[in-house]
């Protein structure tokens, strides 16, 4: 019988030339997006750019929403929500992709700049769930804002490109790293030494006590007109200065910082850019601050999700007590954030029946959670069963897997905060090798079908 065993295979396998070259072009344009943003405020940038180019308009500037209007609110610099008008009523419930924009990192303290031995550091406090000894001994670049009291604000952009210098945090040499080499893995390296230096000029002014940090100051003066306490009010990220590259002999693969979960994010983007006058309501979310649990006005707990869709109700059509609760109740989601990529050389942490594998298609996990399914969203069979019926309609490689071996860890993404609304989501996204180092491994393969599932999604 045909079909009986649900055969697992690689995508790679028996594909046309067409489709490998579609893969190919998509995977370049995924690579060029990751290279002009590495922090959620340069990808909200970019992001609205690309909208703009594609017809969508800023939510403040429609009076009326109508069939096939396309619209985005921005938050704050930091979130997006993008949304193309479909034909039915908005209480029918919407179509919604929504992944984070946010990837782990090192934030520099609100009084980063010291001087130790004639050397200049930046004290930094890491963002979500790094690995600190895969943070050392490489190129990094400082990204984000200063914001002077008069209201200026001065990007930052230093470390990208090729002419400008980098930045790095020094580790032990081995032949003096016995005591360190004893320590826990999770010990090795302290949140607290993770200083990047900056400099080791000193000024030749007479009367300054720390020359080097005096020089250093002076030159951030002249080029960006700061003094020390504007970087009181800075939202600086060091983040990793290597540009995302094609991977492997065959190029099949995409390394690159910051896919967690960026990678979602583009495919979701490029998926709701092909949306024109859908049935329901399509939504795209671009989610901040999910690495540290989704709070604050950036992130998905952030009520201003819902006051965007009220938005779109008001503009749209007669509001009424309840409507924002029905239209949540009808809706269905696909939480899109990477998933685990069973890595062969780590291979125990997975249960191989049960693993998402890299090259194999997109990866659904039903529950996420840890210890018993503790924190996890879980959708329905029956919603599961009717994005499979998608998927196979479409030929979309899919794998339905789990984060990795009962009790071995686990993790969640923005999916319960919008079931917990009423909606019916499922997480499902790209698996990646390396998740939250500072380079991480895709399967341009699994981007494709990503960005196929998310657009025959939304459609
Ligand atoms: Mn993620
Ligand atoms: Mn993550």
Not at 171 to 184: F, I, S, T, W
Not at 186 to 213: A, F, H, R, Y
Request: charged share 30%; with cysteine; net charge negative.
């Amino acid at each position: 019988m045909e079909n009986l065993i649900n055969e697992k295979k690689t995508g790679w396998e028996k594909i046309s030339e067409e489709k490998k070259g579609e893969i190919n072009k998509f995977a370049d344009e995924y690579i060029y997006f990751l290279n002009k943003g590495k922090t959620e405020r340069e990808i909200v940038d970019e992001t609205i750019d690309i909208l703009r180019k594609n017809q969508f308009e800023d939510i403040s500037s429609k009076e009326k929403l109508a069939l096939g209007d396309k619209v985005y609110l921005c938050n704050r610099n930091k979130s997006l929500y993008i949304a193309v008008i479909g034909e039915e009523p908005l209480e029918n419930g919407l179509k919604i992709v929504g992944a984070h924009i946010d990837s782990p990192r090192l934030d520099l303290k609100p009084n980063p700049l010291y001087e130790d031995t004639g050397f200049g550091y930046f004290k930094t406090h890491y963002y979500g769930g790094i690995k600190k000894y895969q943070w050392t001994t490489i190129p990094l670049s400082i990204h984000g804002v200063i914001v002077k009291t008069n209201g200026e604000k001065i990007k930052i952009n230093i470390g990208e490109d090729e002419k400008d210098p980098i930045f790095t945090i020094t580790d032990l040499l081995p032949h003096l790293a016995q005591e360190q080499m004893e320590k826990k893995l999770k010990d090795g390296i302290s949140g607290e030494d993770l200083n990047v230096l900056v400099g080791s000029i000193p000024s030749e002014e007479k009367d300054v006590k720390e020359k080097v940090k005096y020089n250093i100051l002076k030159l951030l003066n002249e080029k960006y007109g700061i003094v020390e306490a504007d970087l009181l009010s800075s939202e600086l990220e060091v983040v990793p200065s290597f540009k995302a590259r094609s991977l492997g002999f065959d190029k099949s693969m995409v390394a690159g910082y910051g896919q967690d979960d960026r990678v979602c994010a583009y495919t979701a983007l490029r998926g709701i850019l092909n949306i024109e006058k859908p049935k329901r309501t399509a939504v795209c979310i671009l989610s901040d601050k999910e690495e540290i649990g989704s709070m604050g006005n950036t992130g998905m707990e952030s009520q201003m999700f819902d006051y965007f869709i009220s938005e779109l109700i008001n503009k749209k059509e007669q509001n009424y007590p309840n409507l924002l609760e029905k239209i949540f109740c009808n809706s269905k989601m696909l939480s899109a954030d990477v998933d685990a990529g069973l890595d062969p050389i780590y291979s125990n942490v997975s249960e191989k029946n049960n693993a998402a594998f890299v090259g194999r298609g997109i990866g659904f996990n039903k529950y996420t959670g840890a210890r018993g399914k503790s924190g996890a969203s879980d959708a329905s069979a029956e919603y599961v069963a009717e994005i499979r019926k998608l998927l196979e309609e479409n030929d979309i490689y899919y794998q339905i897997s789990e984060l990795g071996r009962v009790d071995v860890g686990g993790g969640g993404t923005i999916a319960y905060i919008l079931a917990n609304k009423g909606i019916d989501v499922i997480d499902c996204g790209v698996p990646v090798l390396s998740m939250h180092s500072p380079y991480e491994v895709t399967s341009k393969f699994d981007i494709y079908e990503a960005y196929r599932t998310y657009e025959m999604f939304l459609k």
